[in-house]
């Protein structure tokens, strides 16, 4: 059973930035996608990016493209995310994932919102202010 544990959330003011981790154990991950989602209050949750463990691909959805990186490091077991130009409407609780299905196509997992039995973490608030 994976662990994964994000850090790096907060309060910025519109157009800043913030960079989350997050670290994984527990599961060689070197086989399955990680990513970042995302879900706001009163709505449903939503891929944000990922990236592929095979070939190191990358998705992101349209709202981030542009604005936000997703990297990993592989000798940690970490994947991280950089936020730049942040907006208000970005405001949510990031969770960091790791897909159940090793042979699924990043950006599917992705634009269906991840699914409940992949390994999830406990969450990271963002909040940002206009």
């Known amino acids: 059973q994976a662990q994964l544990v994000e850090s790096g959330g907060g309060l910025v003011q519109a157009g800043g930035s913030l960079r989350l981790s997050c670290a994984a154990s527990g599961r060689t991950f070197s086989s399955y996608s990680m990513g970042w989602f995302r879900q706001a209050p009163g709505k449903e949750r939503e891929g944000v990016s990922c990236?592929?463990?095979?070939?190191?691909?990358?998705y992101y959805a349209d709202s981030a493209k542009g604005r936000f990186t997703i990297s990993k490091d592989s000798t940690k077991n970490a994947v991280y995310l950089q936020m730049d130009s942040l907006k208000p409407e970005d405001t949510a609780t990031y969770y960091c994932a790791l897909d159940s299905r090793p042979t699924r196509r990043c950006s599917s997992w992705a634009l269906r919102g991840g699914d409940d039995e992949d390994a999830w973490g406990s969450g990271t608030p963002v909040t940002v202010s206009s």
């Open positions: 990236i592929a463990s095979r070939d190191g691909s990358t």
